[in-house]
């Protein structure tokens, strides 16, 4: 039996740069119904720390969203949050946890491995945690939910025309296999009677929206680009680094709560297919000046494909975060229709990218692109 208008929700990866953002919401969606719901968070020990150990690192409140303050947190946590020693890829049985629950609850598969690399191992790690540990889940839960809403990447999308003239390529297994999934997630809950939805973020940049500002617990993607000229910079940083990209193109970047907040607020939606993208990139020629000046590395310049006479720095950027960036700073830009973003939320304004940009960047050189929470 569904549980209409309130918060019945089992969310993955709430230990995660967006998932946590997201658990953020759905915590205010709880305490703004009047403590009223529950949420089940599968996730899993970590470096030594319990689960538990870990959702008390999500609640740290100088890193939380400021809006966080209001809510009565132990309260909460006692009777609001269930957590559910949970990995993607060893998968224990789930049934003990909904033993004593009636209802059905909507599952919000969030946790993914973020890795592009092209290697065998990344497609491995892919393969086993984003695309069979995403089947199996959504088969194990299937007596207990009524419905999914699977997050993927903008990465993943393509225009409806570039499918009908054969045009799409994936440019890593991160990207084939949420592909794949976005596939086969229709299917699998058409035949299992679960309503289902997309929603496919663009690159998850810091908050924007709620202070502390600039706020990402892990530094990915993007980020990884700063991390290499910061960390290279000592031993290499009298060399020069020519670094390939597309001079038109740019990099569509969301601040995590921007993102977490159209995610919530589409979950009791019809919407089957959402990107949770900007209007506007940011674009390369601005994005990665301002990333390197963070990262305090100024010996470069930029060219228009690979070179094949690298020098030593060169090798090793092109073999570690180039070979997992290059793809997408080389990439045309595709246009998003924004329309159903927009109607979805009329009343938040778009954050602008590309006048925190800089800050964004700074933040992570402060951090020196140390996670904050692993
Ligand atoms: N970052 C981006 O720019 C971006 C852009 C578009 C879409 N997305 C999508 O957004 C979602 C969240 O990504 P993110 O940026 O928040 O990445 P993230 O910070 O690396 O978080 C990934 C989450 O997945 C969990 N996870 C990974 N492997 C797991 C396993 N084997 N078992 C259980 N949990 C596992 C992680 O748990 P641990 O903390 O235990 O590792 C973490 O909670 C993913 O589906 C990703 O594809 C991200």
């Known amino acids: 039996m569904k549980r209409s208008g309130k918060p019945f929700f089992i969310l993955t990866g709430s230990t995660g740069v967006l998932g946590s953002h997201i658990l953020y919401e759905l915590l205010w969606k709880i305490h703004a119904c009047g403590y009223q ?43 609001h949050v269930q957590l559910q020693d949970y990995d993607m890829t060893t998968a224990e049985a789930l049934d003990a946890c909904f033993q004593s629950e009636e209802g059905t609850w909507h599952l919000i598969h969030c946790a993914a ?5 092209t290697s065998a191992a990344a497609c491995e790690e892919i393969k086993q945690t984003n695309y069979y540990g995403t089947l199996r889940l959504i088969k194990m839960l299937r007596p207990y939910i009524h419905k999914v809403s699977y997050i993927s990447t903008a990465f993943a999308f393509r225009p409806e025309e570039w499918k009908e003239q054969n045009m799409v390529q994936y440019r890593n297994y991160y990207e084939i296999f949420k592909a794949q999934i976005e596939e086969e997630i229709p299917e699998l809950c058409r035949e299992y009677g679960l309503a289902w939805q997309i929603l496919r973020p663009s690159i998850i940049a810091g908050r924007l929206m709620d202070a502390p500002y600039h706020v990402v617990y892990r530094f990915l993607v993007f980020y990884l680009f700063g991390a290499f000229f910061y960390r290279s910079k000592q031993a290499y940083g009298n060399m020069n680094v020519r670094i390939a990209l597309n001079p038109n193109g740019g990099l569509n970047m969301v601040p995590v709560d921007y993102a977490a907040k159209v995610i919530v607020r589409a979950l009791d939606t019809p919407i089957q297919d959402l990107n949770v993208v900007h209007s506007k990139y940011v674009p390369n020629t601005f994005a990665v000046p ?53 109607d979805l939320i009329p009343d938040v ?12 960047c700074d933040y992570a050189a402060e951090h020196q692109f140390r996670h904050v929470m692993e």
């Open 37 to 79: 719901g529950k949420l089940i968070l599968l996730l899993r020990p970590k470096q030594g720390k319990s689960i538990e150990a870990r959702f008390r690192d999500l609640l740290n409140p100088a890193l939380m969203p400021v809006f966080m303050q209001e809510i009565d947190l132990e309260r909460i946590q006692k009777d």
């Open 290 to 342: 301002r990333m390197l000046q963070a990262a305090g590395w100024t010996n470069y310049e930029f060219v228009s494909q690979i070179p094949t006479d690298l020098n030593p720095v060169e090798k090793l950027y092109y073999r570690t975060a180039g070979a997992q960036l290059s793809q997408y700073l080389l990439a045309d830009d595709y246009p998003f229709d924004m329309a159903e973003l927009k």
């Open 113 to 117: 491995s973020v890795n592009l690399g």
């Open 349 to 360: 304004e778009e954050p602008n990218l590309e006048a925190n940009f800089a800050a964004l």
